[in-house]
T-cell receptor, first 111, second 110 residues
């Protein structure tokens, strides 16, 4: 079972470059999330999508945009990467707010 | 800002002992409570969830919830070296948003 799949797993960007993190889930979940995890800061919500066609800001949305392309896919875009966006990014999904399941993570370094 | 607080540790216990992990939360409207385990370099994986006051047992793991005290805990009995990981407490609010603590690092010493 694939569950939540996110790509790429590792990426190095130069300051000012843009990139999109892709996420897809095959569990027919309605809700999808993007978190970032930094040492000592825990998991912080960037954006979430309660259902197809809706997106909402989380705790740390600045510098990011998202697209809920369809029920399966939820992408995160960095328009102009900054060193402060160096982090591990996790995509996650849940059904109606029940248990949340995570992808394997994307390690992003901005130099 | 809804907060979920955990002791960052590190917590060290000998093999076979009971490990006790604690979590408090600020939002009284929180409905569901989860414990995740995260190995270094890996994603969080669900251990168990609890919705009602009291204890819930699953194998060597017991979750305890006290909504009046806004407190949730995880007990790991007969701790094994493979239990060494960071444990994340998560709380779901009425808007289906999940809030995570910063995690407690557990080391089980053989």
């Amino acid at each position: 079972n694939a569950g939540v799949t996110q790509t790429p797993k590792f990426q190095v960007l130069k300051t000012g470059q843009s990139m999109t993190l892709q996420c897809a889930q095959d569990m027919n979940h309605n809700s999808m999330y993007w978190y970032r995890q930094d040492p000592g800061m825990g998991l912080r919500l960037i954006y979430y999508s309660a259902s197809e066609g809706t997106t909402d800001k989380g705790e740390v949305p600045n510098g990011y945009n998202v697209s809920r392309l369809n029920k399966r896919e939820f992408s995160l875009r960095l328009e102009s990467a900054a060193p402060s966006q160096t982090s591990v990014y996790f995509c996650a999904s849940s059904m109606a707010g029940n248990t949340i399941y995570f992808g394997e993570g994307s390690w992003l370094t901005v130099v | 800002q809804k907060e979920v607080e955990q002791n960052s540790g590190p917590l060290s216990v000998p093999e076979g002992a009971i490990a006790s992990l604690n979590c408090t939360y600020s939002d009284r409207g929180s409905q569901s409570f989860f414990w995740y385990r995260q190995y270094s370099g890996k994603s969080p994986e669900l251990i168990m969830f609890i919705y009602s006051n009291g204890d819930k047992e699953d194998g060597r793991f017991t979750a305890q919830l006290n909504k009046a005290s806004q407190y949730v805990s995880l007990l790991i009995r007969d701790s094994q070296p493979s239990d060494s990981a960071t444990y994340l407490c998560a709380v779901k609010d009425t808007g289906n948003q999940f809030y995570f603590g910063t995690g407690t690092s557990l080391t089980v010493i053989p």
